[in-house]
């Protein structure tokens, strides 16, 4: 048990968890992170379907009615596999039309009418009332639970749970003017209470299941034997299970609240970020609504097997672990997976319904009573109070109704909410559907609902008297509110379903056919309806229209969005709304752009007033006159008349073109987000070449001081290097440069030690002495001992000087042929960004010698032994200077491979013919090996387990040959076991392309 202190301090910790966790999504939600608009947190965030009524109300439920509760997920889990073709509609809808709310959707579907949204937003409101009731009833049932010896009074808890609930909404839900706007930091802590009630749930199905019992089998077979035929629980018992009609309408009623619950509505609709997010919800939320319902048939034999009383099973999930565990941890776990799934409902619910109650109820009455008109810029602080004062009508509401039941509560919820069905479904797919028939449906529905089971709740709990409940209005039998026009032997709410549907839907059927439409109201039909593919009918063409003054009207449009918005707010949304619209601020405009420009002043302000008060707000302000709205029907007709077609076939046509701009925007929407992320790839990889190139410069200018062709050559290296370019290519660039760079270093590092021993100042010597003697020259030379060594020191000077003339002459070429080669290697690598690269004839055993000769310094200056074995092999047709990249840096990771071997260094360079149709070139060193788990690793880019290295060598080498149609293997046994690579080529490739060319 808890004391009131230690409880308080789990939730505060809770509480703040939650805050972080919200703060965290909004602040990463500004700065574009993309997890915050996962398909995950979509998926997850809908199961705020899973309240109290889950977490303690299915468990009592099982004790009663068997698998009845499973229903009420069942339903769900059939109607979500339609949600592709309505959910999706109703998401493209949201975005076109700024919907805020379910009432708000209804509203606007029917032409904007503020009738029907009073009506849906009055019965929404009376049948959401109970079911906030049932979340507050259970959180004070289980507070009082697991702290039984300090409780706090009911009132008192009620007050606390109001303050704290309201607080969070407003916090995480309305902040924000616009609820069309996403909430990332509500759908993060709905999120997280949607995993803390399912680890909580979970948690006590495994305690009872595994460790008061040993598995389902002993459960069942315990409840078989001592319960079964005691109890007046039969589960299985076909006499005794719900009937099948309580089944169906359990079904029926759960599948339209998992979308007309203002709460599922709000977080499937309005907080859809990206509609292919439902397609991971079709799947994801099923596995959910399954695993938070596993343990309730165990739990529920549990608790009764142990004698635990059924009237007290919907305390099951929390007594269980209570009173047979060990410890607080479980406990605590279960309290706060109960608690979160009351609280994530009061938040959304009050959250989606408060908005409803601003848009639909209190800014129309404030439209008529111009003495609060300056209210309507207060609209976020209404929403406030009508959140407060919702969660308090549902605390008064389960204090009146005591004795309900959780499960009963819910579905007098779920009854009111599926009056919706008709008039939404209806306006999705049928034309017919009008205001007229929407609200005699509605309010059909409506007023069958309240009196055959909204009223009979009342008068049950003693609250209402019970006289027509028993005998019916004046005492005619056949209106009793249970058994209505005889109807009976029924479960109430099987009752008041048939019964509240045969009059919704009969009612707006029959008053809809009827009826007429408006030509406005059919338009907005025709704009749900074909929501998927609809679009604007057409644009300002060629055609002369009438003007009107722009100034005059900006003023009328600014002077009613100062009713709404503060002045410099207002002026932001007016101008937002003209660039939406394609609109330049000028004396004239046309009445075609006027009425554009009205269009998108009506969608923002139904984001932040609701549809119905928007489209009544501009009317009043008659912002488009008689006169202008004439003059505009008849250029759209001269339209039709110029086009020779009918509007049908011209809807028809637009339909298709719009599909497909849809289409092309959805892939320019992508292909941005990766060049985006392409551009960042960029900079990070040219920070890195320009760091390489800085390095290159500073190890090219310590050499300049060598000989005039040596300065000639390190120029040209300097300006081979700055041409490796600055993205990705530059990359494998740089890195076959360097291949080669090591080369000529070699050679410049020779050249340089010839230059430092040469014998060339010996012969200025030679040529002072004779100076010095040039008086007596001839007898210096024959007599002098000094005079006669000269000729034959002459002589081995000049053959000393022709040997080191030869050899700097032939380091030289070494270092032009290098030269040459990265020259090469960048021409190649530029030329391949626009072909395939300069395919040649080539003979394999030619590439491999230059290879090889290029890396031959490097070799000899670290002792290693390099061993060929070459077959003859044909030619083929590649990309030579490709192939020569790749064998050089092969040879040269060899020689890295084999530097540091204390024992023989050992490199064996193979060429041969494998099968009739692949030359194989194959690099084998004793060196380092390579670690099994690298070898999957090394031709990925970046990947290097030098401490110098970069990881482009492997990875652009492996690409050259893939694109020259083979393939580049590594093989090796382990560490300190040597390492193979092999360049397989196809003889063939390259030829077949050419031919075809």
């Known amino acids: 048990m808890f004391s009131i202190t230690s409880l308080s301090v789990i939730l505060a910790t809770y509480f703040l968890i939650l805050f972080i966790l919200g703060q965290i999504a909004e602040k990463h939600s500004r700065q574009g992170a993309n997890w915050t608009r996962s398909s995950w947190l979509y998926a997850l965030s809908l199961s705020v379907y899973c309240t109290t009524w889950t977490y303690y109300g299915s468990v009592g439920s099982a004790t009663t009615n068997g698998m009845l509760f499973f229903g009420i997920y069942l339903g769900p889990m059939l109607c979500i596999l339609l949600w592709w073709i309505i959910l999706r509609k109703l998401v493209r809808i949201k975005n076109s039309h700024k919907i805020t709310s379910l009432a708000d959707f209804v509203s606007a579907r029917y032409n904007k009418s503020i009738g029907v949204g009073v009506i849906a937003t009055l019965l929404v409101l009376l049948g959401i009332i109970p079911y906030i009731g049932l979340q507050i009833r259970a959180i004070i049932t289980t507070v009082n639970l697991i702290t039984p010896h300090e409780s706090l009074s009911e009132d008192s808890l009620g007050f606390l749970i109001i303050i704290s609930m309201t607080f969070f909404t407003i916090i995480f839900g309305l902040r924000k003017l616009d609820p069309t706007e996403r909430h990332p930091g509500m759908m993060m802590t709905i999120t997280a209470e949607g995993i803390l009630k399912l680890i909580g749930f979970v948690a006590a199905g495994l305690f009872v299941t595994y460790s008061m019992f040993n598995g389902f089998e002993d459960i069942f077979t315990q409840f078989s034997k001592t319960i079964e035929n005691q109890h007046p629980l039969h589960f299985f018992d076909r006499e005794t299970a719900p009937d099948t009609l309580l089944w169906m309408t359990y079904m029926i009623l759960a599948g339209s609240a998992i979308l007309f619950l203002p709460r599922q509505f ?53 007594t269980l672990p209570l009173k047979y565990g060990e410890g607080v941890l479980l406990p605590s776990l279960v309290f706060i997976g109960g608690f979160s799934a009351g609280a994530g409902m009061i938040m959304i619910e009050s959250m989606a319904v408060s908005t409803m109650i601003s848009n639909n109820l209190i800014l129309p009455t404030l439209g008529r009573l111009h003495r609060f008109g300056f209210l309507k810029k207060n609209v976020l602080p209404l929403r406030w109070v009508s959140a407060f004062l919702l969660i308090t009508a549902g605390f008064v509401y389960q204090k009146a109704n005591q004795g309900s039941a959780l499960i009963s509560m819910g579905m007098i919820s779920f009854a009111a909410v599926i009056q919706f069905a008709p008039v939404v479904l209806g306006g999705l797919f049928w034309t017919r559907g009008n205001r007229k028939g929407a609200i005699a449906g509605l309010l059909g529905g409506s007023m069958i609902w309240l009196y055959t089971l909204y009223l009979p709740v009342f008068m049950k709990s ?115 709304c003209l660039a939406n619209a394609h609109i330049k601020a000028t004396e004239k405009i046309t009445i075609a752009e006027l009425s554009e420009l009205y269009n998108e002043i009506e969608r923002h302000l139904s984001g932040a007033i609701g549809a119905a008060s928007a489209h009544m707000a501009l ?13 505009l029907s008849e250029f759209y007709a001269d339209m ?277 149709d692949t030359v194989v070139f194959e690099i084998v060193d004793n060196g380092v090996g390579i670690p099994k788990e690298n070898l999957d690793k090394i031709f990925r880019h970046g990947f290097t387990t030098k401490q110098s290295g970069h990881g482009f060598g492997l990875h652009s080498g492996a690409l050259a040959v893939e694109e020259m149609g083979g393939k580049l293997i590594a093989l090796s046994d382990g560490e300190n076991k040597g390492a193979r690579f092999q360049i397989r080529l196809p003889l063939t490739p390259f030829e077949r392309t050419i031919e075809t060319k």
């Open 266 to 318: 709000h977080v499937a609709v309005i907080e859809n970020s990206n509609e292919k997010h439902i397609a991971t919800a079709m799947w994801a939320f099923p596995i959910y609504l399954f695993l938070i319902n596993l343990f309730v048939i165990p739990i529920a034999f549990g608790g009764l097997i142990i004698g635990e009383s059924a009237t007290t099973a919907e305390s099951f999930v929390l």
């Open 619 to 631: 009317k009043e302000k008659s912002i488009i006159t008689a006169s202008e709205q004439k003059s």
């Open 640 to 916: 039709l008349a110029d086009m020779k077609i009918s509007p049908t076939e011209l809807k028809q046509k637009i339909d298709f073109h719009k599909e497909r701009e849809s289409i092309l925007q959805n892939q320019a929407i992508e292909l941005e987000r990766k060049l985006k992320e392409r551009d960042e790839e960029n900079k990070q990889k040219t920070l890195q070449v320009y760091e390489a190139n800085k390095m290159l410069t500073l190890e090219i200018e310590e050499r300049q001081k060598i000989q005039k062709e040596s300065e000639e050559l390190h120029k040209q290296l300097l300006g081979t290097a700055k041409q490796a370019g600055m993205a990705e290519m530059a990359n494998s660039v740089l890195h076959n440069v360097g291949n080669v760079l090591n080369s000529v270093n070699t050679s410049l590092s020779l050249v340089k030690d010839k230059m430092k021993s040469t014998k060339v100042d010996k012969l200025a010597q030679v040529s002072q002495i004779l100076d010095n003697q040039k008086e007596e020259l001839g007898r210096f030379i024959t007599e002098d001992p000094r005079g006669q060594a000269i000729p034959s020191y002459i002589k081995q000077l000049s053959k000393v000087l022709t040997e080191e003339k030869d050899q700097l002459s032939r380091e030289i070429n070494y270092l032009q042929e290098n030269v040459n080669h990265i020259k090469s290697i960048i021409s190649v690598q530029q030329t391949q960004a626009k072909s395939l690269g300069v395919i040649e004839d080539v003979k394999p055993i030619d590439v491999l010698e230059d290879a090889i000769k290029i890396n031959t310094r490097s070799i000899q200056n670290h002792h290693i032994e390099l061993v060929k074995n070459i077959t003859p092999t044909p030619s083929l047709l590649c990309d030579k200077h490709k192939l020569l990249q790749v064998l050089v840096n092969l040879i040269s990771n060899a020689k890295d491979a084999v530097s540091n071997l204390p024992g023989k260094r050992l490199i064996q360079a193979h060429l041969y013919l494998d099968g009739h």
């Open 462 to 576: 003693g609250t209402v008297s019970d006289t027509i409940l028993k005998e019916g209005p004046f005492g005619i039998n056949l209106l009793k509110p249970e058994s209505l026009f005889g109807l009976s032997g029924l479960h109430p709410l099987t009752h008041a379903m048939i019964w509240s549907m045969i009059i919704n839907i009969g009612l707006y059927i029959i008053i809809s056919v009827l009826t007429s439409q408006c030509a406005e109201e059919e338009q907005i039909a025709e704009q749900f309806i074909h929501a998927v593919s609809n679009a604007e009918l057409f644009k300002q063409g060629s055609h002369s229209i009438a003007e009107t003054d722009f100034f005059d009207k900006s003023q009328q449009i600014l002077n009613l969005l100062y009713d709404y918005y503060p002045k410099e707010r207002a002026q932001k949304v007016f101008d937002q």
